[in-house]
């Protein structure tokens, strides 16, 4: 068994440990998934439980079991502290009540062990995990860290606050709480959670038994044992892996945990709409007999659960009915996008609920149960997407022919209304598209050839009806939208693109020409900005920076205050930055700083605006880039780290979104090269950026395999490449030899591909370079100093585009000294 497996199977121990045989046959039959060595080694494990004490356990109880099992630590002092009793009992180990014995005062408190036998590093990394989440974690109705410490024979143990309590489900029945009552004590745990959130850390194990209430009414939320915790300053090397997510409790997991997708802030909210179900109705709805995995997902992925008001008792119906309903079911959504988009937002509901206010929370729509019922169907995703284009097809093609019979058969006198309200809309029906049904398929893998289609289907059909309908403005914007969009399709240089960036320009000059600023109409000097700003970084891509820094000039001097928002004016300065970087530092740094100011008041006018923090987060990552490209490693390091935090948080919030995941990895890779990349300046610390790389890797992997995507070919091997440069020893140089010639032979086909894109050219440089200085460790001299001379070709090449360009100049330098070097030998 690989060691890297230990991590799996030692989440399938635990949660099989406290199951009956029975019930343990079922659940490897699922966890294990064919894995006979697996299973193997989880089974060897069970049975070394059970002739240590389990066996017996199921006779002589608690903590009996433990004294004759040589486990107990009853009665001895751990720290300051004496172990009373066994409360609690688990694979990994033991809780038990414990007292302080000193002279100062006698404070109760829970103590967790870790079992004898069971203190390997990978557990030992779990509860070092699980203490740091506690001591970063200080709200009321969170379960506090007192203390921690070691046991006799050197096994860790914490110290926690002990919790007199019951869980959630069994405290509100014994009471027979009103509904009110529940949702307002449910409405403390949302607290607890939210603050976990905060810190970001995802609990991933909710459930009533991790919930106490205290004799007071106050809630209590422990077990951070399976917790995920995505803080930069923690250590990653123990958090779970993405697809074995831990071990976890069917009846209240989430359909992403079933799958073994990615964890996010959505999963506890699932979690916590099944606890709310069942606290209101007292009927678990999520309850799984079977762990067949087809069963499992089945029940859990696809069957959708009925109104908690048709389940709940007579005299609780009627309170269900309505607002709950729908509050519970959004919360327990299949798909994690279309839950509430936080905790708070869940609370918030509840709260208006509870005030008698509108909730947002609605009943699922025809259109989205008639695509639920196809995905159950399983139609590929792409099929899907080609269906709703040939209905907005039809959809467009009916409108047509219906105006067009209603033309001929009314009088003149109608023609012009009916033409009037022909043209809004499909004005209408194409903002749709763009909008609505762009946006879902620019956040899936794959959905190239769709956004494609889309997009040109929608350009056709505006110019056509710009023909029709004359000098019409409704249809000028919305026809300039749509060359924005075909535009960044063609060649966003900071998004999923197809690489034709003349194609992408023409788009953008097409769409701006449409759009008159002077006007005063914020909409379109709105749309206009956005347009310059796209000709300004296409411009900078091909090498054309002075033209980028005259169009981009022009575009700020129309947005200042007050003809646009601070959204536009941060991104024209972002541009501008970028333009300047290639040969004037100085002023670049200082565009820089003015675009994160004015992200900064942006986003803080609208927080819950995901766009602009991801528009922040990438003006902070400007503003780290040029400090690092005029030398100061140390000014980069806080801007990367501002970068890198929003980032996180966007994709813990979006797990399954592929642009948030992009801009994630993007974030890694800027501070594993501020780190340690050496074709710049930088911090000098290889061991960490490598570690950076790592996290990075598994992000980018997801991401490689869309041949029509050059922007995700690019950045795969571009990760590669950079991984690479990174110091390495004699016994790493061929493979980072192997790995620099595969980048160099991508960077190459990319460039004939789309001739001009001056980022493949400069990435093919990097990669010869470095292939030369690998060959020199391996004194291979004279293929050295070939590679050497190539570089030197790229860099004056593009110096010829961008002169004074500071790092392309170093490169040529590096270069000819290489060619020294090699010929000296």
Known sequence: MKPNNWDRIEEVFLAAADLSPEEQGRFLDWACNGDAAMRAEVESLLASDRKHGQGIASAVEGEAAALLDGQSIVGQRLGAYRALRQIGRGGMGAVYLAVRDDDEFHKRVAVKVVKRGMDTEEVLGRFRRERQILANLDHPYIARLIDGGSTEDGRPFLAMEFVDGEPIDRYCASRSLPVGERCRLFLKVCEAVSHAHRNLVIHRDLKPGNILITREGSPKLLDFGVAKILIPDLDYSHTLHPKSGGPLTPDYASPEQIRGQAAGTATDVYSLGVILYELLTGVKVQRVESTDPGELEKAICETTPPNPSAVSEKQRRKQLQGDLDNIVLKAMQKEPARRYASVDQFADDIRAYLESRPVIARKDSLWYRTAKFARRRRYPLLAAAAVVLSLIGGIVMAMFQAQQARVARDAAVSAQRSAEGRVAQMVSVSNRSLSDVYARLERLPGAMPARKQLVSSTVDLLEDLSKQAGDDPRVRIALARAYLKLGDLQGDPDAANAGDMPGALKSYRAGAALIDPAAGDPEQIALWADLQNQIGKVLTEVGSPKEAESILNAAIATVEPPRAGDRNRAALYLSMSRALGGFDMPRALEWAKKAVDAATVASAAAPSDNDLQVLLSTTDTQLGYVSLQMGNPEAAEAPYTAAMRIREKLALEHPNDLVFRRYQRLAYEHYAAL???????????????????????????????????????????????????????????????????????????????????????????????????????????????????????????????????????????????????????
């Open 675 to 825: 780190e340690g990349s050496p074709e710049r300046p930088n911090l000098h610390h290889p061991d960490i950026a490598r570690a950076y790389y790592r996290k990075a890797q598994p992000l980018e992997e997801l991401d490689r395999d869309d041949p029509e995507n050059h922007a995700a070919r690019f950045d795969y091997a571009y990760f590669l490449l950079k991984m690479a440069i990174v110091d390495v020893g004699p016994a790493e140089v061929a493979e980072s030899l192997a790995t620099l010639r595969k980048c160099a032979v991508t960077f190459e086909a990319l460039s004939s591909e789309a001739p001009g894109v001056q980022r493949y050219d400069r990435a093919l440089a990097l990669a010869r370079e470095y292939i030369g200085h690998r060959l020199l460790m391996m004194k291979q001299y004279d293929a050295a100093a070939t590679e050497f001379q190539r570089t030197a070709r790229l860099a004056k090449k593009i110096l010829q585009q961008s002169p004074g360009d500071a790092y392309v100049e170093r490169q040529l330098k590096s270069a000819e000294d290489g060619m020294a070097r090699a010929g000296a030998r």
